[in-house]
């Protein structure tokens, strides 16, 4: 009796396996089925991010990220115009996609504003970030030709440089001014001031 026991709790053991093993192939190919039907219905393009993980993952990839960053930046500008008739607007930041030589920085030669806004500009290097606004008369005639500024720029309190204008050929027919752009380096300040007085 305990030999007859020896000899059938084997079989028992591998008949059971046999059935195991075979009882989960059947359903791993109807679960696969399953799957493929669904797959057959998705659109096109998930099917191509489908497969795209599956060629990720057996090449070792390990994740697929796509993110998008947005940048705020909240700054303080204060305008200080000692004049009536002029007016600083149309601020900006941007970034400068060339190196520009400065223009305007020479009070002897004061850059002559115009109606189409003359940009003068501290020296700018490709990838600076740049401070940006328009000087201009607060209506038509408001300078006379015998007009000339000067506008200082300060990040958080230290200068950017000065730049010089004048309106030597007056245009009593239109609104004129210029373009103002500072470097302001490799970053963005917390606040900017804007000076702009004659001399």
């Given at each position: 009796?305990?030999?007859?026991?020896?000899?059938?709790?084997?079989?028992?053991?591998?008949?059971?396996?046999?059935?195991?093993?075979?009882?989960?192939?059947?359903?791993?190919?109807?679960?696969?089925?399953?799957?493929?039907?669904?797959?057959?219905?998705?659109?096109?393009?998930?099917?191509?991010?489908?497969?795209?993980?599956?060629?990720?993952?057996?090449?070792?990839?390990?994740?697929?990220?796509?993110?998008?960053?947005?940048?705020?930046?909240?700054?303080?500008?204060e305008n200080f115009v000692?004049?009536?008739?002029?007016?600083?607007?149309?601020?900006?930041?941007?970034?400068?996609?060339?190196?520009?030589?400065?223009?305007?920085?020479?009070?002897?030669?004061?850059?002559?504003?115009?109606?189409?806004?003359?940009?003068?500009?501290?020296?700018?290097?490709?990838?600076?970030?740049?401070?940006?606004?328009?000087?201009?008369?607060?209506?038509?005639?408001?300078?006379?030709?015998?007009?000339?500024?000067?506008?200082?720029?300060?990040?958080?309190?230290?200068?950017?440089?000065?730049?010089?204008?004048?309106?030597?050929?007056?245009?009593?027919?239109?609104?004129?001014?210029?373009?103002?752009?500072?470097?302001?380096?490799?970053?963005?300040?917390?606040?900017?001031?804007?000076?702009?007085?004659?001399?």
């Amino acid at each position: 009796m305990i030999g007859f026991r020896k000899e059938r709790r084997p079989w028992i053991a591998l008949e059971t396996g046999e059935h195991l093993v075979r009882l989960y192939v059947e359903l791993t190919e109807v679960f696969g089925r399953m799957m493929l039907d669904k797959i057959r219905n998705l659109p096109l393009f998930v099917l191509i991010i489908f497969g795209f993980i599956i060629v990720a993952s057996a090449s070792g990839v390990a994740t697929l990220t796509i993110s998008t960053t947005t940048t705020q930046v909240d700054l303080s500008a204060e305008n200080f115009v000692l004049d009536p008739d002029t007016n600083v607007a149309n601020t900006s930041i941007s970034m400068s996609g060339l190196v520009v030589a400065a223009n305007g920085d020479n009070q002897g030669s004061p850059v002559d504003a115009d109606t189409g806004l003359v940009t003068v500009n501290t020296a700018l290097d490709q990838g600076d970030f740049v401070y940006q606004f328009t000087v201009q008369e607060v209506a038509n005639a408001s300078w006379d030709s015998a007009r000339r500024y000067r506008i200082e720029t300060f990040a958080d309190g230290l200068s950017l440089g000065t730049l010089y204008i004048d309106n030597s050929t007056d245009n009593a027919a239109s609104i004129e001014g210029v373009t103002v752009r500072m470097s302001l380096g490799s970053g963005v300040p917390d606040s900017m001031t804007v000076k702009v007085d004659r001399f």
